[in-house]
């Protein structure tokens, strides 16, 4: 009989809590607000999850929040994605959030905060995964969006680690959100920014340059240019990589092709996450086990990785060290 290696622990720190809407809990939720979808099944629901680039992925995910409205359904996300994370050997979660995406239907922006913070304060003690919460500004709303959400937010603070920026990219640059992370930082917040998934390099200076970012998400097109390679490895800068969200969103042909081993052999600090799983097929292990077969990465690699994601979270050393020390104790992929 073989027995099933449980995954290896890891933290999780590219994952927005509405991309882990599932069709299952979107039907359960749209009939529990009277909401119609323009889908007639889970099934029909889940044949539109086929991707062209990053805007015809968010067209489909802001579309289908429409279906959270209350404390309870945003709790209920979380609780959801909490239990899965578990299954996958998610030791501690750093969620995105997406406050503008919700307040814009007219849901406060405090539903949203108590709603994940009351799934996320049972987190410890029903799955054993600690959490943190970073919210995200919509880089294609503007820079006066991004504040106010920033001052609505303030009465919340104390539930938010990180500020962070998503949604489209290219014509979006960090310069245009410095003002905000300025603010944020002046607040004790931790600040993050996607960059380089589909823009330019020049945009992961910007986010390193402009808004003192402590981490780059996505980051896979700082590969184009060896300064800045330079840069992310002498400041060991942590990359938050998500290679089935990259191959969804044909940042990347084919797996086969991810840059992620040249990553690590370059020396940069590569942690592997899962983005929007409910959309892109898969969470944290699912993600780990896919690098490994498409690439060939051996126990040492899978491990390395693990050690990298809590090396690059935003945990206190002591918590840190004893889950590295959980990795350390692991055998198996
Ligand atoms: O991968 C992403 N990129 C940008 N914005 C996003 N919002 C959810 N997922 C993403
Ligand atoms: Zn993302």
Known sequence: MTTAHPPVPKAELHLHIEGTLEPELAFALAA????ALPYASEDELRRAYSFSDLQSFLNL????????????????LAHAYLA??????????????DPQA??????????????????????????????????????????????ETFEAARPYLDRITAVGLDSAEVGNPPSKFR??????????????????????????????DLLGVDRVDHGVRCMEDPELVARL???????????????????IDDLADHPLPAMLDAGLLVTVNSDDPAYFGGYAQD???????????????????????????????????????????????
Not at 184 to 207: F, I, N, S
Not at 301 to 330: I, M
Request: with cysteine.
């Open 32 to 35: 529990r607000n009277g909401i």
């Open 61 to 76: 995910y802001y579309a289908l929040m429409a279906v959270l409205r209350t404390e309870e359904d945003f709790a209920d």
């Open 84 to 97: 899965r994370a578990k299954e996958q050997g998610v030791r501690h979660a750093e969620i995105f959030f």
């Open 102 to 147: 919700h307040t814009s239907r007219g849901v406060p922006i405090g539903t949203v905060i108590e709603g994940l913070g009351r799934a996320l304060d049972a987190a410890q003690e029903t799955y054993g995964i600690s959490t943190r919460l970073i919210m995200c500004f919509l880089r294609d709303e503007s820079a006066e969006s991004a504040l």
């Open 179 to 208: 003002e905000v992370y300025a603010r944020a930082r002046e607040a004790g917040l931790k600040c993050v920014a996607h960059a380089g998934e589909e823009g330019p390099p020049a945009y992961v200076w910007e986010a390193l």
């Open 233 to 251: 490895v002498a400041e060991q800068i942590p990359l938050t990589v998500c290679p089935l969200s990259n191959v969804r969103l044909r940042v």
């Open 287 to 333: 993600n780990f086990t896919a690098v490994r077969d498409a690439l060939g990465l051996d126990e040492d690699t899978l491990r390395t990785l693990a050690r990298n994601s809590f090396q690059a979270s935003f945990l206190d050393e002591e918590t840190r060290a004893a889950y590295l020390e959980e990795v350390d104790a692991h055998r198996g992929a």
